[in-house]
């Protein structure tokens, strides 16, 4: 079991800045290839970012590519998702989730945290 907790959401104006973090426990978290998600009310979720095990492969949807940066310190079990240049449309609760191998898709993430609300004012 792997256990998930997101922290460094909150409210901030449009062009601002967050950090997220991600704090895991449990099995060895260097396991694990590791993502950040997000919903808007009423959506899907989507992939923002993710990263492979060892950190040295990441990967960005478009709508996020240069302004958002995931990153992982395995010896502090802890994921990280820099968020730059934020916009209204940013809005959304974001979720970390591990994998066993480094992925794009929702369905391939087996461990899920409870989530944390970031909300860009325009």
């Known amino acids: 079991q792997v256990q998930l907790v997101e922290s460094g959401g909150g409210l901030v104006p449009a062009g601002g800045s967050l950090r997220l973090s991600c704090a895991a426990s449990?099995?060895?978290?260097?396991?694990?290839?590791m993502g950040w998600f997000r919903q808007a009310p009423g959506n899907e979720r989507h992939l923002v970012a993710a990263i492979s095990r060892s950190g040295g492969s990441t990967h960005y949807p478009d709508s996020v590519k240069g302004r958002f940066t995931i990153s992982r310190d395995n010896a502090k079990d802890t994921v990280y998702l820099q968020m730059n240049s934020l916009k209204p449309e940013d809005t959304a609760v974001y979720y970390c989730?591990?994998?066993?191998?480094?992925?794009?898709?929702?369905?391939?993430?087996?461990?899920w945290g409870q989530g944390t609300q970031v909300t860009i004012s325009s």
């Open positions: 449990g099995r060895i978290v260097s396991s694990y290839a």
């Open positions: 989730a591990a994998s066993p191998r480094t992925s794009t898709l929702r369905a391939e993430y087996d461990y």
